[in-house]
């Protein structure tokens, strides 16, 4: 058993609007790259279609580039207990 105690401080404020892929994307000259996301229900701002936005962002980069990007998602709990936020959605990624 383990537990953990997260102080949301900035994180609380973080959108997925925030994370600027471009730049990022335009950075990878591997034929192989990994990108993770942690702590999904802890930050409100991915919820809802935010983060989704993100990852279809990183599809498409993939698509027109000879890199392949491996994503991958740690939820974290759920605090609410609602456990959605939009996180079935993600799963196609």
Not at 4 to 23: R, W
Not at 63 to 74: F, G, H, Q, R
């Amino acid at each position: 058993e383990r537990s953990f105690m997260t102080h949301l401080g900035c994180i609380g404020d973080l959108k997925g609007e925030h994370i600027i892929l471009p730049q990022l994307l335009r950075q990878r000259d591997a034929p192989n790259s990994f990108v993770h996301f942690a702590g999904y229900f802890n930050i409100p701002g991915f919820w809802d279609g935010q983060l989704e936005r993100k990852l279809e962002e990183i599809r498409r980069a993939d698509a027109t580039s000879k890199t392949k990007s491996t994503i991958s998602l740690v939820p974290q709990h759920d605090a609410t207990n609602k456990w959605d936020g939009g996180i079935i959605a993600l799963l196609k990624y």
